[in-house]
């Protein structure tokens, strides 16, 4: 369940964007977020005279990889137990209960790395696994199926990994029981094994601050290079007028992500002027505000950000949350604030990054992961007091949260 990004050592070394350039700092801890629909846990035991197979479908994980000392990476994962899946729902209805897994009262199935060795085949992750209600250190062999890639669809960089374990059910108190299942009697229980064989296939995500620099933001950058950051403030103030309200969310973006753009180039003033006139098309969303503040934090109006992020607060109206909505999604609203906040501390600007965080997790005080990147920025400004603070709060909103879980480990 861990995986090794192993990238190009020449692409992970910090260089200048620009003679006036944002530097990217000396890191090589890489984050990564588990995929959950393109990553599977299958399991398989012996059964009569088959095997009955299955998964879990819902599964969350964070990985940290560190492109430099591939041992030094760690990863957590969390398993949903009641999505387990054998095909035969009243086996499912079965498995879930106390005979088995008990889904009501242990939740999840947690693994975390605590060592990473390189093996023959690729590497061994060793760690703790907790599932109905025991902990066993384990190790998972697992290899890369394939290095690290930038995403030709998301612009993202994306790895992959697999790896396998067999264990002993009777090890973590899964034995079996007929109490739910009268036909589950003795005889047929004497011929289940109790040898269970896990495989798995992750696919781990990264959101980069290269993956903001699409084709269409090199675009913009080049006509208010040749022709002024005007020409690019005229084109957004027309889309405005030809677009509809449904439609502005891809302006917003666009200009948030051309201001970036022009901050990480070292074109601080004209950032400032595209961020104010991105306040002056769309004065009622607090993302302008935000992106504004970081531009001026950044000239080195420390004061005026803090303003443009009062005013970000006060044009905020919490997103509704519809209670029926089957497969809810993030807020968009607060995605883009958290990577504008992230990329601040990839950028090595973590102080800067700080009050970002902190106005996105006053916002969002019930989004773990808000919390988190509070406490990504807080650790990687040297406030190891104020991280720790910020994730145990992430964690008093979802225990199971794996950014907190996982990043907490790295504070010092």
Known sequence: MKLYVRIVLASLIPRLLSSQGVTQPVTSLQEYAVDAGHSIVEFSIGFAFSRV?????????????????????SVTIVIESKSLDTGWPHRDEHLRTSDFFDVEKY??????????????????????????????????????????TRSAESNWMILNAEGAL?????????????????????????TMADSVDISIEIEGWRADAKSQRTSGVEA?????????????????????KTR?????????????????????????????????AMIELFPEEPRVFMVHGLALAMSGDNRGAALQYAKAKQVFRPPVIDPNEKFPQDDENWYYLDQLARTVVEWGHAAKAVPIARVVAEMYPQTARAHATLGLALAASGDARGATVAYAKALEVNPIETRALELRRRVR
């Open 166 to 190: 067999r264990l002993a059910r009777g090890d973590f108190n899964i034995f079996g029981g007929s109490t739910f299942n009268s036909w589950f009697n003795k005889a047929r229980a004497a």
């Open 220 to 240: 913009a950058l080049e006509r208010a290079r040749v022709n002024g950051v005007q020409s690019q403030i005229d084109r957004f103030a027309e889309l405005k």
């Open 107 to 148: 939740p999840t199935i947690i693994f975390q790395s605590e060592r990473m060795t390189r093996s023959p085949k690729g590497w061994i992750a060793d760690g703790k696994l907790s599932m109905h209600g025991v902990t066993r250190q384990v190790s998972i062999p697992f290899r890369l199926t394939q290095q690290p």
């Open 244 to 276: 509809k309200p449904e439609e502005f969310a891809g302006i917003i973006t666009g200009g948030d992500f051309v201001s970036r753009a022009l901050i990480a180039t070292g074109r601080i003033d004209d950032a400032v002027k595209i961020s104010r």
């Open 53 to 73: 197979k299955g998964r879990f479908t819902n599964s969350k994980g964070t990985i940290l990889y560190d492109s430099i000392a591939p041992a030094n990476s």
